[in-house]
């Protein structure tokens, strides 16, 4: 997300842009404790630049433990059909970890406009990641799969590429959600029209990125107190027996409804059902979704965890785990060891889908694939006129 805090105090001239986050879902970088100064006198101590803010933990815990449940989420899926008890763990789970990283990526896209600085971010950190994961992903299908036709199509997001396309484009059209009255209202009109529209396609996952829509614009709308209102002490102990009932209703609903819905990827023609039962399916599940997430945030915690640092690579972790997920099942892992359909061999593929994802998100692994997930491509962008004119006073400033 992006989410720039601009620093206070008087300069006499432009601050040089700060660094924003490429993955679309960090939460914001501080801001340095002293800028770089234009030539000239020493400012008095009461023009410098305030102390910097430090990231709020509460986000970066979310993040992380959302991008573990998405991991458990995938991990539970091909047990699903053998365990009524599973099923329902794991339509509770999908009725909001993916909602929940969308609101937090909302939330933090709300400073998005069209400066260039944010532009080219957007570009580096999402657009070049997409790029890159769905040639990647297409080429490992065509290999564990063995599938050499399947095409490399930047069209057709395949797998968990989606994310990155639909982030793109949510957040182009962050400054329209900005300007008009109603914007959750009629996010939600979209999604509507979107879930009984089956002449949509699979062009960029149109109906993904429509579906999902609300919950970007929900994050768009939410301020800090927010945040607060759910993590006082009444909602969180408002949220067990919410979750308790969520798992009942989830057992209660797995032999009768299929859990695709909550993919928000077809319509409800495409999935057998009438027009009608798209819109209060829609409906229904965005509500629940609200719901679940609320809850989600409020256990939350507050302070710095062993895992907090890890929240700062998400994006790392929910995509590289992907390879491994599909590589499950192209290999026939579940087929071929039966102890993972045992009660504690669902518990033993719970735990190590967590620990992988939870590797996945570690500095030493972002350091390794950055050139793909953050890459720089000064190369690539023009330097406006401000920055070269900034770069030609340092360096007067130097020879003086």
């Not at 600085?117 to 992903?137: C, H, K, M, N, S």
């Not at 979750?243 to 859990?259: D, E, I, K, T």
């Not at 965890?305 to 590289?320: D, H, I, K, P, S």
Request: proline fraction near 8%; hydrophobic fraction near 50%; charged fraction near 20%.
């Amino acid at each position: 997300m992006t989410n720039s805090l601009r620093p206070h105090g008087h300069h006499s001239q432009p601050l040089p842009p700060v660094q924003e986050p490429a993955d679309g879902m960090t939460a914001p970088r501080p801001s340095p404790t002293s800028q770089e100064r234009p030539p000239g006198p020493e400012r008095p101590p009461a023009a410098a630049a305030k102390p910097a803010k430090s990231r709020d933990p509460f986000f970066d815990n979310a993040k992380y433990l959302a991008i573990v449940l998405v991991a458990m989420g995938h991990a539970w899926q091909p047990l699903t059909s053998d365990s009524r008890a599973a099923e329902a763990l794991y339509m509770v789970v999908y009725a909001f970890h993916m909602p929940a990283f969308i609101v937090i990526s909302g939330y933090f896209s709300r400073s998005f406009d069209m400066r260039k600085d944010r532009l080219q971010r957007l570009v580096t950190g999402v657009a070049v990641p997409y790029i890159l994961f769905e040639t990647a992903y297409s080429l490992f299908k065509r290999w564990a799969d063995d599938d050499p036709t399947h095409p490399i199509s930047l069209l057709d997001p395949w797998y968990l590429t989606w994310f990155l396309i639909a982030l793109f484009i949510w957040r182009l059209t962050t400054p329209l959600w900005k300007i008009v009255r109603w914007p959750v209202p009629l996010a939600l009109a979209l999604a509507l029209l979107a879930s009984v529209s089956p002449d949509i396609g699979d062009d960029l996952d149109l109906q993904r990125v429509l579906q999902f829509l609300p919950f970007f614009v929900v994050g768009l709308v939410l301020k800090p107190e927010h945040f607060q209102m759910v993590r006082r002490r009444e909602v969180r102990l408002l949220a067990l027996p919410v979750f308790a009932a969520a798992l009942l209703v989830g057992y209660w609903a797995a032999p009768r409804m299929s859990s695709a819905w909550f993919y928000h990827r077809d319509s409800a023609q495409e999935m057998g059902f009438a027009w009608w039962v798209g819109v209060i399916m829609t409906l229904a599940l965005f509500g629940c979704s609200m719901v679940l997430t609320a809850c989600f945030f409020a256990w939350v915690p507050r302070r710095h965890m062993w895992f907090t640092a890890l929240g700062a690579g998400t994006l790392y972790g929910y995509l590289l785990h992907g390879f491994l997920a599909k590589g499950s099942r192209f290999w026939g892992w579940y087929e071929t060891y039966d102890w993972v359909r045992t009660p504690l061999g669902m518990i033993g593929v719970t735990l190590i889908a967590g620990a992988i994802v939870t590797v996945l998100c570690t500095p030493p692994v972002q350091r390794l694939f950055r050139f793909a997930m953050e890459p720089k491509m000064n190369w690539a962008f023009k330097r406006d006129a401000t920055e070269l004119a900034r770069e030609r006073a340092k360096s007067g400033a130097a020879i003086r």
